[in-house]
């Protein structure tokens, strides 16, 4: 089944403690991002890749980093969180990039807590 | 910047009855523009996309219209059941990513 997983799904951690929240996608596409959304604000693109070793920040890049060492796998970093990062994060996937000319397949979203 | 308005942001309707979502963008200069569902804590789940080139997508109950020149897309959903319940996002396709609107939250009665 095509598909976009992320792990955890759920995650409370405290101010300043190092986290990751993994993304994987079988569909063998090209482009991947992070999104993260909040009420009031929508959704809001963290980091997006066009390849391998390729990425790029999007609107709010501020506290997190990525990186795309394979094809299938884009994982999101926050180094220090802090109480606003609190927020449901989503990773998508498309053949294209920005979903060109296909859709962008969405995970089913990572709620993250920082106290 | 692209900028992406939906309209209205909740809506509330009896069911069976026809209703329309409103869409508006900012830059006309899109791939395309694409309607996703999204259910309470849940991902999205893409319901149609319209390409640049297109004026409308039709999916069940479901259809959207793309007015580029304008800025516009409507969704209009045919015959409204309560499991339409949801909030519907419309972006729209630049050169590597996609803008989205804040969503309409749409929630059908019995």
């Known amino acids: 089944e095509a598909q976009v997983t992320q792990n955890p799904r759920y995650l409370i951690t405290v101010t300043g403690k190092k986290l990751t929240v993994t993304c994987s996608q079988n569909?063998?596409?090209?482009?991947m991002s992070w999104y993260r959304q909040d009420p009031g604000l929508g959704l809001r693109q963290i980091y997006y890749?066009?390849?391998?070793?390729?990425?790029d920040k999007g609107d709010v890049p501020e506290g997190y980093k990525v990186s795309r060492k394979e094809k299938r796998n884009f994982p999101l970093i926050l180094e220090s969180p802090s109480p606003n990062q609190t927020s449901l994060y989503f990773c998508?996937?498309?053949?294209?990039?920005?979903?060109?000319?296909?859709?962008?397949?969405f995970g089913p979203g990572t709620r993250l807590t920082v106290l | 910047k692209q900028e992406v308005t939906q309209i209205p942001a909740a809506l509330s309707v009896p069911e069976g009855e026809n209703l329309v979502l409103n869409c508006s963008f900012t830059?006309?200069?899109?791939?395309?523009l694409q309607w996703f569902r999204q259910d309470p804590g849940k991902g999205l789940t893409s319901l149609l996309l319209?390409?640049?080139?297109?004026r409308e997508q039709t999916s069940g109950r479901l259809n959207a219209s793309l007015d580029k020149s304008s800025g516009r897309s409507t969704l209009y959903i045919a015959a409204s059941q309560p499991g339409d319940s949801a909030t519907y996002l419309c972006?729209?396709?630049?050169?590597?990513?996609?803008?989205f609107g804040k969503g309409t939250m749409l929630l059908v009665s019995p």
């Open positions: 998508a996937s498309s053949i294209n990039p920005g979903g060109r000319t296909d859709t962008q397949y």
């Open positions: 569909m063998n596409h090209e482009y």
């Open positions: 890749s066009m390849n391998v070793e390729v990425t």
């Open positions: 830059d006309s200069a899109i791939y395309n």
């Open positions: 319209i390409q640049s080139s297109q």
């Open positions: 972006a729209v396709s630049g050169y590597s990513t996609l803008t």
